[in-house]
């Protein structure tokens, strides 16, 4: 068989059959045209088509240039031709080039010069192209366009990374080439070695599937069917990472190291992380890193796994670019329990170096600081927090005797201090006393109060959260939004914090400003919890869109039953939009479940909303006394 050097030009049509789903006629002749094109452009560049199988072509050209400039011509053809067409109708090439060794057989031509080209072909976006790392070489400078390197990526039957560069299509863009901080030599380099020693240890009978970042690779994640535009900033979820412990009640161990990445990551204003509540959505089910990228709106995936055996830890993780499916990095970090945390900064600098983020001197200073430097400590607090993250009264109970037993093996522990502070204060607000064997009802509050002073000497997101509560309830509206601006300044990517200024903001006479700020952490959080939309609720109250804030606050009460805030305040929606029957049968689902907590009269549910500004409390109670509540 003839073997020869060849340039390979790989198109395929991204999102073909879900094109002809919707229509198959008009996508068939759209593809005809398209094909078309590509079929006389390509002899102009003398090149030759191989083969063409349904929304595929494969041609061969004489020399790189022309390879690349036939892409770059027909896509930017086919550009204009899509500029009236509705996105989601959109018909787009993706196209890979390469310059590789193919063997000729009866005229189609094969190996790994046409496998490259392929894979390729599946990183490009959308009307895009990307070309390896010896296309670059041979063209760069010779056609009006652009390039940005992508790294080194492992693909499929490909045992070699491949250096990849997209092609900047926009001729604003023609000779320039934007390239990571990472140096092109040191990352082949690690890269090589990264991937011999994972061979080694997979020979040896340790791979796994998180040490294989050369195995298939997935169908990249579509920027168009996400749920949420991308970001201005590299955005990022993280993903439960899986415990891989013999002993299934280390689960606990394995959630937590997942949490403390995302808290350390979202520390990180040049990154856009997704919130812990919506990450961990996707546990226990059946991982799928391109439908949680669409659903969440981000483009790189973080996952892994932990393995604790006695002391020993081993945390394995692999970044993803969910919109091309590549392996941006994998590797395993071993460690004692005492060195925990410096393996969690070793994870979190890797992807801050790998995705090229500028840290502010205060976020380098973040990396040096810890909350204990005692493991036991550490060790008690996450299975505290795995109870408190139950929200009910059973794991309030279990989750104070966690924290307090961490506060006694570190009585610095301001995290631990910061969580008890939490935990009281949720029971307060829910009225679970009783449930927890308190005799009074105001004991939660004391204990709260008495947690959050000692939280303050190294204050946490989540202690400035409760601080922001706090000082709304008792109508210190200034202070309430000082410590929920404080909340965001220590962690900016905090769903949590943005929802804690929101409320601070409604009941200080801001509702336009809460809203914006709920949208925001409802983008930060997508699975958002039932009390954002009690927030969304209350501020869209605040700014007269009753029928708005009906609809968050009914959601919220359906979601949380127990949600006796959403109950009262959507009483005087209903009085405002005359739904007394409405009204009235939320009068019935207090009597029965809170009776003798909860009485229903404007001066006991106004006690609840401690509004600053007159107007905002003539709109509760008005809207109180529509629906027939008495004085």
Not at 500 to 525: D, F, I, T, Y
Not at 572 to 598: C, M, P, Q, S
Request: with cysteine.
């Amino acid at each position: 068989m003839e073997r020869k050097l060849a340039a390979i030009l790989y198109a395929d049509v991204a999102g073909y059959s879900r094109l002809t789903g919707a229509d198959e006629e008009g996508t068939h002749r759209a593809l005809g045209a398209c094909l078309d094109a590509l079929t006389e452009a390509i002899p102009k560049q003398r090149g030759r088509v191989c083969h063409t199988a349904g929304d595929a072509l494969l041609a061969e050209f004489a020399s790189v240039t022309g390879a690349l400039k036939c892409a770059i011509e027909t896509q930017r053809q086919f550009a204009t031709r899509n500029a009236d067409i509705p996105k989601d109708n959109r018909l787009q090439f993706r196209m890979g080039v390469n310059l590789g060794e193919v063997i000729v057989d009866r005229g189609e031509v094969y190996g790994d010069g046409v496998n490259v080209a392929a894979r390729l072909e599946s990183l490009a976006q959308p009307g895009g192209i990307c070309i390896s790392g010896r296309v670059f070489e041979q063209v760069t400078g010779k056609l009006d366009v652009g390039y940005a390197y992508l790294g080194q990526r492992f693909v499929k039957n490909i045992k070699t990374p491949i250096n990849v560069y997209r092609v900047l299509l926009d001729p604003a863009d023609a000779g320039r080439i934007v390239t990571p901080r990472n140096a092109y030599g040191a990352l082949r380099q690690r890269w090589l070695v990264a991937a011999a020693f994972m061979i080694v240890v997979a020979l040896a009978g340790g791979g796994l599937w998180w040490s294989r970042p050369w195995a298939p690779q997935f169908e990249p994640a579509s920027i168009e069917r996400m749920a949420h535009p991308l970001p201005d900033k590299p955005s990022i979820a993280v993903l439960p990472f899986t415990n891989m412990s013999d002993d299934p009640s280390q689960e606990y161990f394995a959630d937590g190291m997942t949490e403390d990445l995302i808290t350390d990551l979202s520390k990180i204003s040049g990154l856009f992380v997704i919130a812990r509540n919506s990450t961990f959505a996707y546990k226990g089910t059946s991982l799928d890193v391109r439908r949680a990228a669409e659903e969440l709106g981000v483009r790189y995936v973080l996952e892994g796994s932990v393995r604790r055996v006695g002391d020993q830890v081993r945390i394995n993780a692999q970044l993803i670019d969910a919109t091309t499916g590549g392996h941006l990095w994998a590797e395993r970090y071993d460690g004692s329990l005492n060195n925990v945390f410096a393996l969690q900064d070793k994870v979190t600098r890797k992807i801050v170096t790998v995705l090229a983020v500028q840290l502010t001197s205060g976020e380098q200073e973040q990396f040096a600081l810890r909350q204990t430097e005692n493991a036991e400590a550490y060790d008690v607090f996450l299975k505290g927090w795995d109870q408190y993250l139950r929200q009910t009264p059973e794991g309030f109970r279990d989750a104070i005797t966690y924290f307090e037993k961490a506060v006694e093996l570190d009585p610095n522990y301001a995290r631990a201090y910061a969580a008890l502070a939490a935990t009281y204060w949720q029971v307060q607000k829910r009225r679970w006393h009783a449930k927890l064997g308190y005799g009074s009802v105001h004991y939660p509050l004391f204990k709260a109060e008495e947690f959050l002073e000692k939280s303050k000497w190294q204050p946490t997101a989540l202690s400035h959260q409760v601080a922001a509560a706090m000082f709304s309830q008792e109508g210190r509206h200034t202070e309430a939004i000082a410590e929920g601006g404080k909340a965001i300044g220590v962690d900016p990517n905090d769903a949590d914090s943005y929802v804690a200024l929101a409320g601070a903001l409604s009941l200080a006479g801001n509702p336009e400003e809460a809203l914006q700020l709920v949208k925001k952490a409802m983008r930060l959080n997508p699975h958002f919890p039932p009390f954002y939309l009690y927030e969304l609720g209350l501020a869209q109250f605040g700014i007269g869109e009753f029928q708005q804030a009906a609809a968050s606050l009914e959601k919220a009460t359906t979601l949380n039953s127990e949600d006796r805030w959403s109950y009262r305040l959507l009483i005087a929606t209903y009085g405002h939009l005359g739904r007394k029957a409405d009204a009235e049968r939320i009068f019935e689902v207090i009597e029965k479940n809170w009776r003798g907590y909860d009485p229903i009269s404007i001066r006991a549910i106004a006690y609840w909303y401690p509004f600053k500004e007159a107007v905002d409390r003539e709109r509760l109670a008005t809207g109180l006394r529509k629906a027939n509540v008495p004085d």
